[in-house]
């Protein structure tokens, strides 16, 4: 099958196959389709691992006395530290 998928890619006509022939390529086609699909998933997965490892969120803080980091800019208004951080910070 092999043989006859490169024979198609070099240019050979669908229409000088048998249709046992073709049969087998449409098998051989789906097969390759399928270790692509994995493939692709794998490295989908791969980079999503990557990234999540060297995500800021996942950073730990040495100490547990340390306040957390907030979560959205509603946290930021609400938090006095940041606040007069920010103010003090201004000029």
Wanted: avoid cysteine.
């Amino acid at each position: 099958m092999e043989i006859l998928f490169n024979q198609l890619v070099e240019g050979k006509n669908i229409v000088e196959f048998t249709g046992r022939e073709i049969q087998g390529l449409l098998k051989l086609s789906n097969t390759k389709i399928a270790k692509l699909h994995e493939r692709k998933e794998k490295i989908n997965q791969q980079q999503q691992s990557s990234q999540t490892q060297n995500s800021p969120s996942n950073f730990k803080f040495p100490s547990e006395n340390v306040t957390p980091l907030p979560n959205s800019m509603d946290d930021l208004i609400n938090d006095m530290w940041f606040i007069e951080t920010m103010a003090t910070n201004h000029n």
